[in-house]
């Protein structure tokens, strides 16, 4: 006797669930265009004040002035989980004083000089829950 795979569905979510959900996170993949490519690299990120703030090994001067940021928790084990994405402007945190403070409370891999921080500022905010399809 053989049992088929659970059926799974996506479930929007609600943006502040979404931002709850990024909230609770620390990793993410920073989105961008250059040139004809699309550019991912990852990023450690903390939300503070309605912006999130990010650390990512991406030059500061290939950064657009809009980017997205996605954020992901998959559970293999259920095939439940849930995906955010936040899209809106970037700026570089070049102040001293507030980019010393990332460097200290951000997670991740040493702050290097390769490494940009960013403040992102959301404009579109969307979410979605991976769960078990009901019978």
Same mark, same amino acid.
């Given at each position: 006797?053989?049992?088929? /795979?659970?059926? =799974?569905?996506?479930? +929007?979510?609600?943006?502040?669930?979404?931002?709850?959900?990024?909230?609770?996170?620390?990793?993410?993949?920073?989105?961008? /265009?250059?040139?004809?490519?699309?550019?991912?690299?990852?990023? $450690?990120?903390?939300?503070?004040?309605?912006?999130?703030?990010?650390?990512?090994?991406? /030059?500061?001067?290939?950064?657009?002035?809009?980017?997205?940021?996605?954020?992901? +928790?998959?559970?293999?084990?259920?095939?439940?989980? $849930?995906?955010?994405?936040?899209?809106?402007?970037?700026?570089?945190?070049?102040?001293?004083?507030?980019?010393? &403070?990332?460097?200290?409370? =951000?997670?991740?891999?040493? &702050?290097? /000089?390769?490494?940009?921080?960013?403040?992102?500022?959301?404009?579109?905010?969307?979410?979605?829950?991976?769960?078990?399809?009901?019978?």
């Amino acid at each position: 006797m053989s049992t088929a /795979p659970a059926s =799974l569905r996506m479930v +929007e979510v609600s943006g502040a669930e979404a931002l709850w959900l990024l909230e609770g996170s620390t990793l993410g993949r920073l989105v961008y /265009p250059q040139r004809d490519l699309t550019v991912i690299r990852p990023g $450690w990120h903390t939300w503070e004040y309605g912006r999130l703030v990010v650390c990512t090994p991406a /030059p500061a001067a290939a950064v657009p002035s809009t980017a997205t940021y996605h954020v992901d +928790e998959l559970r293999t084990a259920t095939g439940t989980g $849930w995906t955010v994405t936040v899209a809106g402007p970037v700026d570089v945190i070049t102040d001293p004083d507030e980019a010393a &403070h990332y460097q200290r409370t =951000l997670a991740g891999w040493t &702050h290097g /000089p390769h490494n940009t921080l960013l403040r992102l500022h959301p404009k579109t905010v969307t979410g979605f829950r991976l769960a078990r399809a009901e019978t």
